[in-house]
């Protein structure tokens, strides 16, 4: 299995902050590499796909890059409504593998 | 789009049997793949299978395989996931998404259900 491991794996930042999360995998994925939101009780949202695509109706605050191993998630100006949960994900091969979380917090 | 609507909240005792449903509203049901992901209390994401509801074509996580049964019924656009017998570290949220088709490497959970909540306690 493809191991998924995120930094940090929580964040104190303020709002207009620029934030960046990381993700490596345990071998290259090439871009094949996800990225979702999770709020308290809700599910799980999709935000990136394939390491730098925005998925329609995602603001264009969030951008993604990488490939091979590492992988980056970046917030560009942090709005209230972004403190969460993300989640890095390969879809690289199966078994689909996560990561641990990253949970971003106002300071 | 696809929209995934899933069974409400269970209780159930160890030992006990459970069956949870992921309805899809859309007219793209069996053109898509449906996951199943587990999520225990507090922790992360994991992913435990996959099912192809035109064929029911399955895909389990080495993890989760003989732990759980994953099945469809396209006649009515719903997945399933079943547990024979329930331990209480199966207590968890469990959700359905959506993949387009997990044999092309681009591919993503998109949309979710919004979860069932599994609670098993003696």
Known sequence: ?107 | EEQLVQSGAEVKKPGESLKISCKGSGHTFTTYWIAWVRQMPGKGLEWMGIIYPSDSDTRYSPSFQGQVTISADKSINTAYLQWNSLKASDSAMYYCATVEDPMVRASWFDPWGQGTLVTVSS
Do not use: H
């Open chain 1, 1 to 107: 299995d493809i191991q998924m491991t995120q930094s940090p794996s929580s964040l104190s930042a303020s709002v207009g902050d620029r934030v960046t999360i990381t993700c490596q995998a345990s071998q290259s994925i090439s871009r094949y590499l996800n990225w979702y939101q999770q709020k308290p009780g809700k599910a799980p949202n999709l935000l990136i796909f394939a390491a730098s695509n925005l998925q329609s109706g995602a603001p264009s605050r969030f951008s993604g890059s990488g490939s091979g191993t590492d992988f980056t998630l970046t917030i560009s100006s942090l709005q209230p409504e972004d403190f969460a949960t993300y989640y890095c994900q390969q879809s690289y091969s199966i078994p689909y593998t996560f990561g641990q979380g990253t949970k971003l917090e106002i300071k």
